[in-house]
């Protein structure tokens, strides 16, 4: 297997680790040769096959691993056993960790923590101040970000209507607003009443599920 980067003798402590700065032997994607990327621990972070890369003042450290056609970049950080591959990237100052898998052509940004064993794929975006964390899985073409209820409330853009944290426990999907737990008594009767399909009351129960976790 042909190298496409070596560890420089720039170096960095992050929580103990000593991190490398990494430099690009071989040209690809929009990657020359003597590009300077990012730090990471060792090897082990960041594959040498596809076209990930990892960029600027980005961190991989612990067991994390970046492969595929994956990017890191700005001030993000990547680690504990994260994994981030596919054609996700990951920029701005978020960070994927524990056993978090992102991928897909997925983009997670701002100051978005990902974390615990979740599961962010597909065409998903995640931004603002958002938090995905537990046994979450985000998936499809959805779009989540969140902040303080002053600046911006938890949204998700599904395959049907808009669901958005309104106020604090309560969500509105659509034109229709009830508490976390009304919602999930009654998601069936109202996706009847509302013209959804199942296929889209089983994916709407899913981001219900999702709300009652991550929402406020």
Avoid at 92 to 107: C, E, L, P
Avoid at 113 to 134: C, E, N, Q
Wanted: hydrophobic share 35%.
């Amino acid at each position: 297997m042909d190298k496409k980067y070596v560890l420089t003798d720039e170096c960095i402590d992050v929580w103990g680790q000593k991190l490398y700065r990494i430099k690009a032997i071989k040209a690809f994607a929009d990657v020359c040769i003597g590009d300077l990327g990012g730090f990471i621990r060792d090897e082990k972070n960041l594959s040498h096959e596809g076209n990930a890369w990892v960029y600027g003042d980005a961190l991989v450290y612990g067991h994390a691993l970046v492969y595929g056609h994956a990017r890191v970049y700005g001030h993000a950080r990547v680690y504990g056993h994260a994994r981030v591959f596919g054609g996700a990237w990951v920029y701005g100052d978020a960070q994927v960790y524990g056993g978090a898998w992102v991928y897909g052509h997925t983009r997670v940004s701002g100051h978005t923590r990902v974390y615990g064993h979740t599961r962010v794929y597909g065409h998903t975006r995640v931004s603002g101040d958002a938090l995905v964390y537990g046994h979450a899985q985000v998936y499809g073409d959805v779009l989540v970000y969140g902040g303080a209820w002053d600046k911006s409330p938890l949204h998700i853009v599904g395959s049907k209507d808009t669901l958005t944290n309104s106020k604090p426990g309560f969500l509105r999907i659509g034109c229709v607003e009830g508490t976390f737990s009304w919602w999930k008594e009654h998601y069936i009767e109202t996706g009847k009443r509302n013209g959804y399909s199942e296929d889209e009351i089983k994916e709407y129960y899913e981001y219900i599920l999702l709300f009652c976790k991550i929402g406020r």
